[in-house]
């Protein structure tokens, strides 16, 4: 297929545009959450979307986008939820609280993925493609509820633009202004779950992390100014999924996710190697030219 | 009259012990005021309880004579500067500008007026042609004014400060002792964690002595005093000669 055919289309067009959107909203909350030190948080909540969309589709009979989404959105949330209680109630630690909800969530989501595999109205193109993701799958109504999703996060998100910098920079300076930790921290990590559900027919619940993750890093790289960085990371997010989308449309039964997470490792090794002001090899070479000749 | 900052039989637990054991003092309006105490006495807990970023057991907090709730935009703040991410993407007066945001409240954001301000905020403490440094390149004094700056960009009438000396140089630690005085002068109240017991005296007028419960507080010519403060430093003299004061 030539180029002109690849973009005009139709199942093409709805891949890159679901994976384009994907990485700018995902680019952008995962700026906030990796400078907050919160990277896993998504990773966490994306896994403990799987039992969601399975209980969604056992309890409904139906794979409609949008009630998929809403059970994946719920089973997030309680994710959420828990996350909070452990770390408030039990002397675990965040990252051990993080593990736990992803491994609990997900092993039962794997259980039920069985069980739905098993109904007789289970069709071949099942849940599974839940996991990795199959861009392929995306029809116009897909895109057009992704789009809907991703204005309501990028709307909320230049609202509060201001008080979440302040989230990310020095919360209790913050606090003690009135913006409160809770209501910021409820928000910002409501905002990352609407990315997730944006990502969950694109890359998949396994691999959604690296989309809130990868960009923002690599963006980190390139600027020291906040917005920027975001302007940077939305880019490299869209990249990301457009690249990885059209290598894993133009062979069949690629997963996307794979794909995506590949192209995107390519811009955050870049950007970590040779970035001018932070990058490993122009450090080196500074180090290495102000250094005094070694005596012999 | 009404003390800036009064407080209250305040007590906060950490896991198990107490970290401040019902603390009460009042803070005269108009005074540079100092708490001292050993490591682990409660000192930056205090301002943070003052300020809800803890949750207290028990205790009451006034400023002004109303609850602090009703107050916060009467109060500045000043963290320890190694609380933050020196890293964070963002430039000096970008940090000062912060201090605007708690009058400006949810959702506007700051324009010129906040903009003039946070500038005017950074020539008191000697900083405008850093305006534009990115943060991470700032020295520890630097750092220190700049978080000096955004309290005063908060144009408040009590400014509670967490070590606003720890590890600066000599010629920061100068201009902030001009900043303080410029603020008592004001008519304005400092109340400053401070750990440099020989300085209490020539830059504070009122301080408590802290160690979980407050041993005492007063007047500086008043209650610090060397048995007050072996009191309060479990009897550790050793310090307390080396600073001529035993």
């Known amino acids: 297929m030539d180029l002109l ?51 969604a589709f056992l309890l409904t009979g139906s794979k409609a986008m949008p009630v998929l989404l809403l059970g994946a959105g719920v089973a997030a949330w309680l994710g959420a939820l828990l996350l909070l209680w452990i770390v408030r109630q039990t002397r675990l630690a965040q990252d051990a609280a993080l593990g736990i909800v992803l491994a609990v969530f997900f092993e039962f989501g794997l259980t039920l993925l069985t069980v739905a595999n098993r109904r007789p109205d289970a069709t071949q193109a099942g849940l599974d493609r839940y996991l990795f993701g199959q861009a392929a799958t ?65 890359v998949g619940v396994v691999l959604m992390a690296a989309m809130l993750i990868g960009p923002a890093a690599a963006a980190r790289q390139w600027t020291n100014r906040l917005s920027t960085m975001i302007a940077l990371s939305a880019a490299f997010g869209a990249a990301a999924g457009v690249v990885g989308a059209l290598i894993s449309a133009s062979a069949s039964r690629i997963p996307t996710g794979p794909m995506i997470v590949l192209a995107l490792t390519v811009i955050v090794v870049g950007s970590i190697l040779f970035a001018p002001a932070r990058g490993v090899l122009p450090e080196w070479w500074r180090t290495r030219r102000a250094a005094p000749e070694t005596p012999a | 009259m009404t003390p800036a900052l009064e407080v209250r039989d305040l007590t906060v637990v950490y896991r198990d012990a107490p970290a401040l054991d019902r603390a009460t003092l009042a803070v005269p309006a108009g005074t540079l005021a100092a708490i001292v105490g050993p490591n682990g006495a409660g000192k930056s807990t205090l301002l943070k309880a003052v300020q809800d970023l803890v949750p207290r057991v028990n205790g009451e907090v006034r400023v002004f004579g109303v609850p602090y709730r009703q107050a916060r935009l009467r109060v500045g703040y000043v963290p320890q500067r190694t609380a933050v991410d020196w890293d964070f993407p963002t430039d000096v007066l970008d940090v000062v500008l912060m201090g605007t945001y708690g009058r400006l409240g949810w ?11 946070a500038l005017s905020a950074l020539e008191l403490v000697g900083m405008r042609d850093l305006a534009h440094r990115q943060i991470g390149q700032l020295s520890g004094g630097q750092q220190q004014r700049v978080f000096l700056a955004r309290a005063l960009a908060q144009q408040a009438e009590l400014y509670l400060m967490d070590e606003p000396f720890a590890g600066v140089d000599a010629a920061t630690e100068r201009a902030i002792v001009d900043v303080l005085r410029g603020l008592r002068a004001a008519g304005k109240t400092v109340v400053c964690v401070h750990h440099d017991l020989e300085s209490v005296p020539d830059y504070f007028d009122w301080v408590a002595l802290l160690n979980v419960r407050v041993i005492a507080s007063g007047w500086v010519s008043e209650v610090f005093t060397p048995d007050r403060l072996a009191e309060t430093y479990g009897g550790r003299l050793g310090l307390l000669t080396r600073i001529g004061m035993a």
Do not use: W
């Open chain 1, 5 to 55: 055919g690849l973009l005009t289309d139709y199942t093409l067009r709805n891949v890159l545009l679901g994976a384009a959107l994907l990485g700018v909203v995902s680019g952008v909350l995962g700026t906030f959450a990796v400078l907050r030190g919160q990277g896993l948080l998504g990773d966490a909540l994306a896994h403990a979307a799987l039992p969601g969309i399975c209980l």
């Open chain 1, 138 to 202: 995306l029809v116009g109504e897909n895109v057009i509820v992704m789009a809907v999703l991703a204005a309501i996060a990028l709307l909320a998100t230049a609202a509060v633009y201001k008080e979440l910098k302040l989230l990310a920079f020095d919360p209790d300076f913050g606090s003690s202004l009135g913006f409160g930790v809770g209501p910021l921290s409820v928000a910002l990590t409501t905002l990352i779950t609407v990315a997730i559900l944006i990502g969950l027919q694109t």
């Open chain 2, 107 to 117: 959702l506007r954001r700051p324009g010129r007026a906040e903009r003039e301000t």
